[in-house]
Structure formats: C-alpha cells, structure tokens
C-alpha cells in the first residue's frame, strides 16, 4: 500500500499567484506533480514556454526530484530584466538624486 503526500505546487505570475493544494501517492517526483497540478497547461498558455524551471522553498531542483509531505513546489518564471543591470540603474538614479522605476529606467 503506498502513502500520500500532500504538496503545494505555487506558480507566481506578474498579475496573479496560482497555488494548488494536491495529495499524490508516494513516490512522486516534481514532474508528476506538475503535471497533476494542472499549472504546467497555465505556464505554457501564460508564459509561452514548455519545461519551467522548478524548486522547492527557493532551491532549484530537477524534475525527477521526489516531493515530501509538506514540500512546496515552485514553478519559475524566466527573468524580464538582468537584475545586475537593474541594481546599476537605480544607484546611478540615486547618485543624480533621481528615484529607479521598477523596470530600471529612471524617473525624477
């Protein structure tokens, strides 16, 4: 007799978070999960792209990962901004006494 597991599988988008509350049976790897999910369909509609990254509490993982009770799986999204160049613009807004917008650009 296999045990369940009860995971979170979370997809944060600009406009909205999805989250999912799902029990599998033990083993059950990230990518079974996603795919119970159903947020592996929302990533590709949304996002555009077919494999997401995918990580547990922050810490990236694998697809074949095995999920813990309790796990909270995190699907990624890619970047819409190099965080380097982000950071760079907003220190040179605040040498010039300028305030960064959120894309980097600076207003003032």
């Known amino acids: 007799m296999s045990e369940s597991i009860d995971i979170e599988v979370v997809l944060a988008l600009p ?3 999805l989250r999912r509350h799902i029990r599998l049976n ?6 079974v ?20 990254p995918l990580g547990v509490y922050g810490r990236k993982i694998k697809p074949d990962y095995l999920l813990k009770s309790g ?5 990624y999204r890619p970047l819409t901004a190099d ?7 907003r220190a ?4 010039r006494g300028e305030t960064a917008d959120s894309d980097g650009s600076s207003s003032g």
């Open 15 to 17: 406009d909205e978070c």
């Open 26 to 31: 033990t083993p059950a790897s990230a990518a």
């Open 71 to 75: 796990d909270r799986l995190e699907i």
């Open 92 to 95: 040179d807004a605040r040498r």
């Open 83 to 89: 965080p380097r160049q982000r950071r760079r613009a």
């Open 33 to 52: 999960a996603l795919q119970a999910s159903g947020l592996d369909r929302a990533y590709r509609e949304r996002v555009g792209e077919d494999t997401p």
